[in-house]
């Protein structure tokens, strides 16, 4: 049984040191898929993000996730990386990496993942704009639920 490789950390991550970790010694893999999140500057308006977890539950979350990924993708290894705190227009946010044996199974799992962690795990975005002012928590988008959504259709 595969077990994904969950992290919530405050610290950046390498996604070529993630990669090496995932692919060490394997002849098995044959396609590696990663995705990493970005924190837009929302068209120069957004100095940084803050994110928040529910620590434990966070951690938790994105296991069930991965699990979910894993049986029915069959993947041979997932990552996922998932950052919080200040973060800065242009700084990573998450790291999603599934390796399997073929390609459309890895895209699939790498997808798969991150339209249940943007829908199913307890993050909350906070928007702090250039202008110094602090705004509103991000609200939930319809596009991320309907994305989740195809995946049970």
């Given at each position: 049984m595969v077990t994904p490789i969950i992290r919530v950390q405050r610290e950046d991550f390498d996604a070529a040191v993630e990669q090496a970790?995932?692919?060490?010694?394997?002849?098995?893999?044959?396609a590696l898929v990663s995705f990493i999140g970005l924190c837009r500057d929302e068209q120069g308006t957004l100095d940084a993000l803050e994110l928040e977890h529910y620590p434990g539950m966070a951690e938790a979350e994105l296991m069930r996730i991965?699990?979910?990924?894993?049986?029915?993708?069959?993947?041979?290894?997932?990552?996922?990386?998932?950052?919080?705190?200040?973060?800065?227009?242009?700084?990573?946010i998450v790291l999603v990496i599934a390796a399997?044996?073929?390609?459309?199974?890895?895209?699939?799992?790498?997808?798969?993942?991150m339209d249940f962690l943007k829908t199913a795990a307890?993050?909350?975005?906070?928007?702090?704009?250039?202008?110094?002012?602090?705004?509103?928590?991000?609200?939930?988008?319809?596009?991320?639920?309907?994305?989740?959504?195809?995946?049970?259709?």
């Open positions: 970790a995932i692919t060490k010694d394997r002849k098995d893999i044959g991965g699990a979910m990924a894993i049986e029915r993708f069959n993947l041979l290894a997932l990552t996922v990386i998932h950052r919080f705190g200040k973060i800065a227009a242009g700084e990573q399997s044996s073929h390609r459309q199974a890895a895209f699939d799992g790498a997808n798969f993942v307890p993050f909350w975005k906070k928007e702090h704009g250039l202008d110094g002012q602090t705004g509103q928590w991000v609200s939930a988008r319809d596009a991320d639920d309907a994305a989740r959504d195809r995946w049970t259709t």
